[in-house]
């Protein structure tokens, strides 16, 4: 799950919307820098905000995902955006060796879940969220939107331009220090993701031990799709320390991790992001 990204702007010249609402247990905030662009098409991102976190949400107990840890619904009664997600998630653990798996490890116990299998509930929220912020951008895009930010909580989805009329900048969190950046990224259509302990603690497990993950601090993944740059920083996270290596494999996606002795390590793609970048 990432966390802990945030819009560093301040309003400059001309028309915007700006909305913040709390959704998902976290802030989301919409930025629309296109005048032309009605509140009612918010109030439609918000929406469907909302929908996600009633389907997909694992602390509501009527959401279908809770449903289906429970043995309660079926696969096939879901709705087809959960079986969507599901595969996606499926291809994801099989592009991640297993590091990204929506799967509890196998000491958890439960009747059944999606795949029938017993112990293991799933939960997409490493997912889910960055797909949520991606279909929230869809919906201000149909409307005609050329200049919007989508913040879900870390998870950004960026096009066009800030209210200056300049690419977005987008602070990262430290992952130690509370009032210091780890680093400024100007950037423009992106999706940004960033995975980390931050306020929830050590969330992230290792599917491979059971154990959560040591070794790093933070991944920052910068590529075309929020969807998969959420995923792929879960999946490096969870890596440890080797995370860096297969994020250098990586193809259209850009990565910076910060390990736990604070060496900063990025792929050569990160430079044209990074504000300090030489």
Known sequence: MSEQTYIQDAPGVGAHLHRLEHVMG??????????????????????????????????????????????????????PAVRSVLRRCERLRAQTDGYFDIRAPLQSTVQTTAEGDPGRPIDPSGLVKGWSVAGAARILERAGARNYCVNAGGDARLRGCSWNGERWRVGIQHPTIRDRLAAVLVAS?????????????????????????????????????????????????????????????????????????????????????????P
């Open 26 to 79: 976290m802030p989301i905030g919409v930025d629309v820098c296109d005048p032309e662009i009605e509140a009612s098409t918010v109030d439609r991102v918000y929406q469907w905000l909302r929908f996600v976190d009633a389907t997909f949400s694992t602390y509501k107990e009527d959401s279908e995902i809770s449903r289906l840890n429970r043995g309660e619904l079926a696969l096939e009664q879901t709705h």
């Open 189 to 277: 259509e992106v999706g940004i993701a960033t995975s980390g302990a931050y306020e929830r603690g050590e969330h992230i497990i290792d599917p491979h031990t059971g154990s959560p993950s040591e070794g790093v601090l933070s991944v920052t993944i910068v590529g075309p799709d929020v969807a998969t740059a959420d995923a792929y920083a879960t999946a490096a996270y969870a890596m440890g320390p080797k995370g860096a290596q297969w994020c250098a494999g990586l193809k259209d996606y850009a990565a910076m991790m910060i390990l736990a002795e604070g060496n900063v390590l990025s792929t050569p793609a990160m430079s044209r992001y990074r504000a300090d970048a």
